[in-house]
């Protein structure tokens, strides 16, 4: 009896590990592994009238998990901030296919309108696309909190435009937050870019 008793608990233990690895840790290990978060994974690098450096930006980036850019007090020209969606050693890389995803996750706060440029790879797939006009769309003011906007690939169209031709999600390559017009002192803070691939 005593015996059997004990049968019965090792089985109940067995089967009690075995529910919780199951169903505790392999499914959230699974999804976990399939977001991108570019703020945490890729380096980040800026152009134009801005205070910080890239060395600044990625120093905090690495710190803090939250990229910030703040315009300097005569900004002359557009600020430019962009990121790899796959890391690479430069402000340039292969380009990545993220058809498996429907769209990207941004938490933000600005206190200025942004637009966001998809740019695509080149067609020798070795590294992006630069200069003319980009699928885009606009991440609006929102300078007083932080908020999360999921932006389906389908609203990325070329200049912004509604008919404007759409994103090639097979062959991206990097963001660029742009704002066109900087006053001194605006700001543009990112705590996540969210990619599910």
Request: charged share 20%.
């Amino acid at each position: 009896m005593r015996n059997q008793k004990q049968v019965s608990i090792h089985l109940f233990l067995l089967l009690y590990v075995s529910c919780c690895f199951l169903f505790g840790f392999s499914p959230k290990e699974n999804k976990q592994e399939s977001i991108l978060n570019l703020v945490k994974n890729s380096t980040w690098y800026i152009a134009g009238p801005a205070v910080e450096n890239q060395e600044t930006i990625n120093k905090v980036r690495l710190e803090n998990d939250i990229v910030k850019v703040t315009a300097n007090e005569n900004p002359k020209g557009e600020i430019e901030l962009n990121v790899m969606i796959t890391p690479s050693d430069s402000n340039d890389g292969k380009p990545t296919n993220v058809s498996k995803s429907k769209f990207v996750s941004i938490t933000y706060k600005s206190s200025h309108l942004i637009k966001l440029q998809a740019r695509e790879g080149n067609e020798n797939g070795t590294g992006c696309l630069h200069g003319g006009s980009h699928p885009r769309v606009d991440l609006k003011p929102s300078p007083k909190k932080f908020i999360t906007v999921k932006i389906p690939w389908t609203n990325f169209r070329q200049d912004g435009l509604s008919n404007g031709r759409l994103l090639n999600i097979h062959n991206l390559c990097k963001f660029n937050f742009v704002n066109y017009k900087p006053v001194a002192g605006t700001t543009l803070e990112i705590k996540s870019v969210l990619i599910q691939n």
